[in-house]
């Protein structure tokens, strides 16, 4: 208790702090200038630092924005001291500016958090599970007439190596959770640190309070008498159909396999249909909206389209409040909010408050048809905040070349592609057309024939008396920091032929020529960003989703169109999948890749429980037979794939191997049941599907809330994979035993 009182509280697990923006003016430098001047060198000096990931980069018109991505192993206690090497490394280049449960979470640093919680919940009915198996011990042997501490030493020899090995295999089933590296480790790894957490307390209080209790209690009944509300309720007629059932199921085996196998099969089978979405989306009383308008774009026309978006948004019932930040990514109010569009006049995103979660679902598909009618000018997203990692947006891919031309015109193509499925609203891409942009085109060799070279003329174009006209200038501090730029108003500026009239002065001398006796003046397009990964230029493709729709499904969609070369590729350039779908599948990687190694660990501990391969195999029949009833829930509930059934499905894995080694552990315990006389095993069955049914039950009882009452996409796909396999899981094993 003392632990739930001074353990931290926040909404959200902290995801460690991996990803930096490092941010550079170049006044009046194109995005090619940029690239080749600040991004890339930038990129040079990082890249030398083992502890960064991936390298990203924005080149503008007159900025340059590096993103920067830490290794996954990179934890909490030392980015600082990486990022302070970072930092270095660009000093030298450029200048920039449950009671045991809680008190273990608190040993680990962590707080008490939706995955932290959600862990506790799914650790429910393996709590359970150990507390109920030691009890029915405990009491069976008081009531066959041993004293209290006889029943309870024998109750430990009797199950402790049992308990113990079905809580090592949930922990080792836990433990690819508990290893995964980088942001997804960070927001699914208190779920793992929780439960393992539970198992041991739960093992370590099974074997010690919870006997003692139990032989006080059984004590107290051989004085007192049964009471249903203490025993339990029992029924003659159940249980003597259950044993006739049972007996069938003794003389035909091969039968019994058969009818028990059919629903997890079925589930198993069923599974290839199932839709995926690893992270499913929050359950929040806010939106977020995205708007871009058209590059170029001023930003007092950016602010004057902004107030008309309030206007029809605040036409919906329900909206409380409407934020915005123009020219820059709001400052985030969810965990995995990217900060990615700063000193973009074209862009904009605002926060929608609304009553609750539910109105935010609602509103979220009619507003967005409704913005995107009515603001043809301007590309408007509406979504609901997602879980999991931090990515730009649901669909993603990234085209790789050398030329920023052919980037362009594959992104065009691949977003042509993409606006033919039936459920992307809109897409984006890194790599545009190009903007406006006026060119001097002097003649070298005039220009040395006045004394002037080319860098003498862009120094003058940008010097102060220009800047005064354009750019403004700077005429003071704030608070010692913050400058503060002067320019004339619009109306008060000159036609932009006038720049052709600037005089050019000859250094040295009093002496000065037109800008026109060097050349003439040319507009010209130029592209308006330039955007770089790993030191490779990068069109980044994204697209935006109607509410619902599974993104891994319409980039499965793409990618077989791209896979049939409809995009027909340059040499030296390639398509990668990025978005929701590149975080699964890594995620998914990632999970697998420690099963061969801790499958290996739970054969060799349930081996060397019972000293048989065969009930090793049999036992894990049994836990892969707990998966497809699992995936049987899901397709019945009509939920996706996604991570919280993947929990669950540990969970239950436990669980059915918990039971499964009580079960044989009491039946290989019985003389007479180990040589297979059917009387004794039904026996053995009988006094354990006790304690399966009483877990089964009490676990469907504490998931029910979450699947009838907390609507929203998070819990009820575990709620339904978890108490509808337990349900079934618990005949299996009833009849399997």
Same mark, same amino acid.
């Given at each position: ?73 990179? *934890? ?13 490394? +660009?000093?030298?280049?450029? /200048? ?28 429910? @009915?393996?709590?359970?599970? &150990? ?13 066959? @007439? ?95 159909? %259950? ?90 109010? %969810?965990?995995? !909010? ?35 009618? @009515? ?28 030329? *920023? ?7 065009? =193509? ?34 040395? +024939? ?16 220009? !800047?005064?006209?354009?750019?403004? =200038? ?32 000859? /250094? ?40 619902? *729709? ?39 990687? !990632? ?78 315990? &019985? ?34 809330? +979450? ?31």
């Amino acid at each position: 208790m003392s632990a739930l009182h001074t353990l931290p509280r926040i909404e959200d697990p902290r995801i460690t702090t991996r990803n930096a923006t490092i941010i550079t003016p170049y006044p009046g430098a194109p995005a090619k200038r940029v690239e080749a001047l600040v991004s890339k060198k930038i990129e040079d000096r990082l890249r030398e630092l083992s502890e960064v990931k991936h390298i990203e980069s924005t080149s503008r018109n007159g900025i340059s924005v590096v993103a920067v991505e830490l290794q996954d192993w990179v *934890t909490a206690k030392d980015n600082g001291q990486v990022f302070s090497k970072v930092r270095d490394r +660009l000093d030298d280049a450029l /200048p920039l500016s449950a009671g045991a449960t809680l008190f273990g979470l608190g040993a680990f640093g962590e707080q008490i958090h939706q995955m932290s919680i959600f862990g506790m919940i799914v650790a429910i @009915g393996l709590l359970i599970d &150990n507390a109920i198996v030691t009890t029915d011990n405990v009491v069976a042997r008081r009531r066959a @007439g041993a004293s209290a501490t006889e029943a309870v030493s024998g109750a430990i020899q009797h199950l402790f190596s049992s308990l113990f090995a079905s809580t090592f295999t949930t922990v080792l089933g836990f433990l690819p959770i508990f290893l995964l590296p980088g942001n997804v480790g960070d927001f699914v790894g208190p779920i793992a640190i929780a439960v393992v957490l539970a198992l041991i307390a739960s093992f370590a209080l099974a074997m010690s309070v919870i006997p003692a209790l139990a032989g006080l209690l059984a004590e107290t009944e051989r004085r007192t008498g049964r009471r249903w509300w203490r025993d339990g309720v029992q029924n003659q007629a159940l249980t003597q159909g %259950y044993r006739g059932l049972l007996r069938q199921a003794l003389r035909r085996p091969v039968t019994t396999l058969v009818l028990t196998a059919v629903l997890p099969l079925t589930g198993l089978l069923l599974a290839g249909g199932l839709g995926m979405q690893f992270f499913p989306p929050a359950d929040r009383d806010q939106l977020e909206v995205q708007v871009w308008m058209p590059s170029g774009t001023a930003i007092q026309h950016t602010a004057r389209r902004l107030h008309e978006i309030e206007a029809a948004i605040r036409g919906h019932t329900g909206v409380e409040t409407v934020t915005w930040v123009a020219r820059a990514s709001s400052p985030p109010v %969810y965990y995995n !909010q990217l900060r990615e569009q700063d000193n973009n006049p074209d862009y904009a995103r605002g926060i929608i408050k609304v009553a609750d979660a539910a109105m935010a679902k609602s509103l979220e598909d009619g507003l967005q048809g409704r913005l995107t009618e @009515g603001f043809r000018d301007a590309q408007v997203v509406v979504r609901a905040f997602g879980q999991g990692p931090p990515i730009s947006a649901p669909i993603g891919f990234r085209i790789i070349g050398p030329e *920023t031309d052919q980037l362009r015109r594959l992104g065009e =193509r691949l977003r042509a592609l993409l606006h033919r499925h039936p459920d992307v609203i809109t897409t984006r891409a890194s790599i545009l057309g190009g903007e406006p942009k006026l060119w001097l085109a002097a003649d070298e060799h005039a220009a040395r +024939l006045a004394g002037l070279t080319l860098g003498d003329i862009a120094a003058q174009f940008q010097a102060a008396q220009f !800047q005064a006209a354009l750019d403004g =200038r700077i005429g003071g501090r704030v608070l010692e920091d913050l400058p503060v730029r002067i320019r004339y108003a619009p109306e008060q500026r000159g036609p932009l032929d006038q720049t052709s009239t600037l005089r050019l002065h000859t /250094p040295g001398s009093d002496t000065w020529i037109p800008a026109t006796a060097l050349g003439g003046m040319e507009l010209r397009p130029e592209p308006a960003s330039i955007t770089r990964r790993n030191g490779e230029r990068v069109n980044h493709i994204h697209g935006f989703l109607q509410q619902g *729709t599974l993104p891994i499904e319409v980039t499965r969609a793409v990618q077989s169109r791209l896979d049939a070369g409809i995009l027909n590729l340059p040499a030296g350039y390639r398509v990668e999948v990025a978005g929701d779908s590149a975080e699964q599948q890594q995620a998914i990687r !990632q999970l697998l890749a420690y099963v061969p190694v801790l499958a290996t660990l739970m054969i060799g501990v349930l081996v060397l429980s019972f000293g048989s391969f065969a009930l090793a195999g049999l036992i894990a029949i049994v836990a892969v037979f707990s998966v497809g009833l699992g995936l049987l829930s899901l397709w019945v509930g009509g939920y996706p794939l996604g991570f919280n059934p993947i929990i669950g499905s540990a969970d239950l894995v436990g669980v059915a191997i918990n039971g499964s080694i009580v079960v044989l552990a009491a039946i290989r315990g &019985n003389p007479l049941a180990r040589l297979g006389e059917p009387a004794a095993i039904i026996d053995e069955t009988v006094a354990g599907t006790r304690h399966i049914l009483s877990t089964t039950l009490t676990t469907v009882a504490g998931f029910m809330p +979450l699947l009838l009452f907390s609507g929203g996409d998070f819990w009820p796909p575990l709620a339904v994979v978890i108490a509808g396999r337990r349900m079934g899981a618990g005949c299996a094993l009833s009849n399997g035993g």
